[in-house]
């Protein structure tokens, strides 16, 4: 899950910290719609690992990790767009 705390977003009442709360919180149900070495990749790659680290860690390859990400990101534009 997102790393913000939801009390300190709602009393923070900055625009910002709101966007960044509903793009944790879209995160995280879409990440429930994939399985779990695909939340794996994504997940990591969003604490900032490489992808050559997230391929050695996964145990998938440079190319699968690419695909996953790519694909994810397509999903989130997805979502965001009316």
């Known amino acids: 899950q ?3 705390d939801d009390l300190d ?3 923070s009442n900055s625009t ?3 966007a960044l709360f509903e793009l944790c919180s879209t995160i995280d149900e879409l990440l429930a719609e994939v399985s779990e070495v695909q939340q794996e990749i994504i997940r990591r790659r969003l604490e900032g690992y490489s992808i050559e ?3 050695e860690k ?3 390859s440079r190319r699968t990790v690419e695909r996953e990400l790519q694909a994810f990101r397509d999903r ?3 979502y965001f767009t009316p």
Request: charged share 20%; aromatic share 0%.
């Open 76 to 78: 989130l534009c997805r």
């Open 58 to 60: 996964c145990g998938r």
């Open 53 to 55: 680290d997230i391929s």
């Open 16 to 18: 910002d910290n709101l």
């Open 9 to 11: 977003i709602i009393q």
């Open 2 to 4: 997102c790393q913000m």
